[in-house]
């Protein structure tokens, strides 16, 4: 259980500083920006592989460039259910959908496959 809302905080704080960092997208408070991030979950777990096995022939042709586009997608569906997340257009989605990754990339380094907070100790020879 701690794992999921690990999970869910880092996700919430992605979101938070992609609103910080890219002109155009607007989250109006905590309870909206953790319900995003639930629902971005939610979305990438259900739709997303849906769509990736739909585009697949475009992302082959694109090397995997196409990935952003369905990432940003997956962000615009997420803001569409809300009325306190705005993005407008898609090159703010597309820069949050970024921010929003590489903050997940970089905290997977600290937090474990199983959600726990991980701890890697290097010996020397």
Known sequence: ???????LL??????????????GI???????LLGAALLLGIVNAVVRPLL???TLPITLLTLGLFL??????MLGLVAWMFD???IAGFPPALLGS???SVVG???SYFIGPRGRIAVVVRQRR
Do not use: C, K, Q, Y
């Open 1 to 7: 259980m701690i794992g999921f809302v690990l999970r």
């Open 10 to 23: 880092v996700v919430a704080f992605g979101l938070w500083l992609a609103s910080e960092l890219v002109p």
């Open 26 to 32: 607007e989250v109006h408070g905590l309870w909206t």
């Open 52 to 54: 990736v096995i739909l």
């Open 68 to 73: 952003l586009v369905v990432n940003a997608a």
């Open 84 to 86: 306190d997340f705005t």
């Open 98 to 100: 970024v921010v929003v």
């Open 105 to 107: 990339w970089f905290a």
